[in-house]
């Protein structure tokens, strides 16, 4: 079945260690965005590409980084994790603009 | 900027009991959307409104678009412990590729 993927589901990290977060499509779709929700919240947009074309949302902070080397494939670099950036990342695509989004099971990070 | 507006942030009802959110924009929507995430799960779509006026049903879910596409409405008849989750509506940020997010609704069911 096509599907958005997430890996790993649960991600344990250091204090300051960088952590990536991967995120995998078969269903083909122009746009792929990155979401951090935290207990009882809204899920948060922190980026998203429309195919190549990156864009960040203003109150995303710079410890956040993201990459997308071709359709299928985009990942969440965060450069040194504070324990404010415990929370679930999402990742979700679009076949358009502004369409359904499509999610992933999420990435659950935990900052020791 | 656009904001989306959910209420009531919780709600708890006995099973059997029927539920209703709502959802208010501050802009003319193009289309709006809802969502459902199970506790411990993902968002995951349930349906598309574009049309002013629009009323869709899946079963005990009905969906509602307001005549002025700025707000909506979800009703649940006669909850089932199946229902509980957190319920999104979100809808277009201007012309762009992102959503606005509703803070959710929070539905228990007591069996």
């Known amino acids: 079945d096509a599907m958005v993927i997430q890996n790993p589901r649960y991600q344990v990290t250091q204090f300051g260690k960088p952590v990536t977060l991967s995120c995998s499509q078969t269903l083909n779709h122009n746009v792929m965005y990155w979401y951090q929700q935290k207990s009882s919240q809204a899920p948060k947009l922190l980026f998203h590409y429309y195919d190549k074309d990156f864009n960040n949302e203003a109150d995303t902070p710079d410890n956040f980084q993201s990459r997308r080397p071709n359709t299928s494939f985009c990942f969440l670099d965060i450069r040194s994790p504070g324990l404010g950036d415990a929370a679930m990342y999402l990742c979700?695509?679009?076949?358009?603009?502004?369409?359904?989004?499509?999610f992933g099971d999420g990435t659950r990070l935990s900052i020791l | 900027g656009q904001q989306v507006m959910q209420i009531p942030q919780y709600q708890h009802v006995q099973e059997g009991e029927d539920f209703t959110t709502y959802c208010n924009s501050s802009?003319?929507?193009?289309?709006i959307q809802w969502y459902k995430q199970r506790p411990g799960g993902h968002p995951v779509f349930l349906i598309q409104?574009?049309?002013?006026?629009e009323v869709k049903k899946q079963k005990r879910l009905t969906f509602q678009f307001g005549e002025a596409k700025k707000n909506s409405s979800l009703h649940i008849t006669a909850t089932q412990t199946t229902d509980v989750g957190t319920y999104f509506c979100a809808g277009p940020q201007g012309g762009s590729e992102k959503l606005v997010f509703g803070k959710g609704t929070k539905l228990t069911v007591n069996p």
């Open positions: 802009t003319t929507l193009s289309n």
């Open positions: 409104l574009v049309k002013s006026g």
């Open positions: 979700a695509t679009s076949p358009r603009g502004a369409g359904p989004q499509h």
